[in-house]
């Protein structure tokens, strides 16, 4: 996606709860700046006019090399079954191999069982790993 438009915020606003229930609507804002971010790319496809489905690609340089991680990959309930998933996945993996990643990596949660079923299709393996996070406050705005 190369701009935000409200067709793209609505579409989000349509398909962010079916992966996050917990998750607060994405502003046109936020989406500016995936957009805009040169590490990060917004993949969508298309059923004809309307947004099926979303997959964020980022891509960043470390010591080690580049690296590239998918992130909250969401297809609308009444399209899936149909490749979306995948078409975006080769997609983004495509991107990140032009931008010279030796590897692509995902998480996905268990429950998401055809979702992982498609990315060991694809040809992502379970790595022997922590994942471990830490929540962060949310700032507070100072006058």
């Given amino acids: 996606m190369e701009s935000v438009s409200p067709e793209l ?3 989000f606003a349509r398909l962010l709860p079916q992966l996050s229930a917990s998750a607060p609507p994405t502003s046109f804002d ?9 590490a990060t790319s917004l993949i969508v496809a298309r059923d004809g006019e309307q947004i099926v489905g979303t997959l ?3 891509v960043f340089r470390i010591p080690t090399g580049v690296r590239a991680w998918i992130e909250d990959v ?3 309930e009444a399209a899936r079954g149909r490749g979306i998933a995948e078409a975006l996945t080769r997609r983004a993996v495509e ?3 032009a931008a010279g990643a030796r590897s692509v990596e995902l998480t996905s949660r268990p429950t998401r069982e055809a979702a992982n079923r498609l990315y ?6 379970e790595r022997e790993t922590n994942v ?3 929540t962060l406050e949310a700032p507070v705005d100072t006058p």
């Fill in 9 to 11: 915020v609505d579409a």
């Fill in 30 to 38: 936020e989406l500016e700046a995936i957009v805009s971010s040169a």
């Fill in 56 to 58: 964020t690609l980022a």
């Fill in 74 to 76: 969401v297809v609308d």
């Fill in 95 to 97: 991107l990140a191999s």
């Fill in 120 to 125: 060991r299709r694809l040809g992502f393996e």
């Fill in 132 to 134: 471990l996070r830490l």
